[in-house]
Nanobody, 127 residues
């Protein structure tokens, strides 16, 4: 079975940091592009980052660029999202998804129909 499990969410103050993990099982993670998404209460799901392979640059949405960093540890079959300088508007449920898009971009994150999704992890940023 193809499965993704997110972890690392929690409650932090503005300016704090969290490190999310997306662990894959049932498939080799480095054969897939991994996207990170989030959904705030009452808002549509937003694609925020994507990583494909070492031959291309990862993508970051403008809302997180310069604050978030995506990386992968193929030995652990896990993709990470380091989130620094968190803001209250970063609050939401964070999901990872695996797919085979031709490249990572904002267009792909908004259009590509991912099949494999994790269950999500809650991130809450408040004073």
């Amino acid at each position: 079975q193809l499965q993704l499990v997110e972890s690392g969410g929690g409650l932090v103050q503005p300016g704090g940091s969290l490190r999310l993990a997306c662990a894959a099982s049932g498939f080799t993670l480095d054969d897939y592009a991994i996207g990170w998404f989030r959904q705030a209460p009452g808002k549509a799901r937003e694609g925020i980052s994507c990583i494909r392979d070492s031959n291309s640059s990862p993508y970051y949405a403008d809302s997180v660029k310069g604050r978030f960093t995506i990386s992968r540890d193929n030995a652990k079959n896990t993709v990470f999202l380091q989130m620094n300088n968190l803001k209250t508007e970063d609050t939401g449920v964070y999901y990872c998804a695996a797919g085979r898009p031709y490249y990572c971009s904002g267009y792909v994150l908004s259009r590509y129909q991912y099949v494999n999704w994790g269950q999500g992890t809650q991130v809450t940023v408040s004073s």
